[in-house]
């Protein structure tokens, strides 16, 4: 946690650099809190550094302090590929992972989080694209409206979660598919929390 002065000392650190480009010297940062000398606000350089919201640069000129957003990343594993089309039989194998700012992940904490590819474009209406991963949490609480991993039947597929009149189905979010409904089981195998974006390459230019 920061003090109010180091919240402040900070703030000033923050908007100097947003509107002027560079990092205030401890001079200037003395002269605007009207320190008597330089060793406090050295204190305060020390205080944030340590509690990692500055990052010291000591080779540049005007960059004794810079702020440093401290970013948390999470590596999660990919099991493949989950139709985003009809339900097919799938096999979760390792397929790397991919890195994420914790904080952009959306799960809840109450279990582990996963990755897959999609595969086909039943769910375009909710904006999940061929070859987009999903980021899904391990848990089995899904709510109504969810978009879920899946197990219907013996088949795996990403679909909407839908409970009507006590009975739960998946729904496609693309009009040319169908409602599965489960003859036997319906069982949940992660809740989505975000999305990846499949990266498209740039159009090549033809040679004249």
Excluded: C, W
Excluded at 8 to 13: E, G, Q
Excluded at 144 to 154: C, F, M, T
Excluded at 180 to 188: G, H, S
Aim: proline share 5%.
């Amino acid at each position: 946690m920061l003090t109010e002065r180091q919240k402040d000392v900070l703030a000033f650190i923050e908007t100097e650099q947003r509107e002027k480009g560079m990092t205030p010297s401890t001079r200037e940062i003395q002269q605007h809190f009207g320190y008597a000398s330089q060793t406090s606000v050295m204190q305060y350089i020390a205080a944030l550094e340590r509690k990692g919201f500055l990052d010291r640069h000591a080779r540049k000129a005007r960059a004794l302090v810079t702020p440093q957003q401290k970013v948390r990343i999470t590596d999660i594993p990919i099991y493949g590929h989950i139709p985003a089309g009809m339900a097919a039989l799938t096999e979760q194998i390792a397929d790397g992972h991919v890195s994420l700012d914790s904080a952009n992940v959306n799960a809840s904490g109450n279990g582990q989080t996963f990755a897959l590819r999609v595969r086909g474009d039943s769910m375009i209406d909710a904006h999940i694209l061929d070859g987009d991963i999903v980021i899904l949490e391990d848990r089995k609480d899904a709510q109504s409206g969810d978009i879920v991993a899946a197990l219907i039947d013996g088949e795996t597929t990403l679909k909407r979660y839908v409970v009507e009149r006590s009975r739960p189905y998946l729904k496609a979010e693309n009009p040319l598919f169908p409602d599965l409904l489960p003859a036997r089981e319906l069982v949940i195998q992660g809740v989505m929390v975000s999305l990846v974006r499949k990266q498209i390459a740039p159009p090549r230019r033809k040679r004249s």
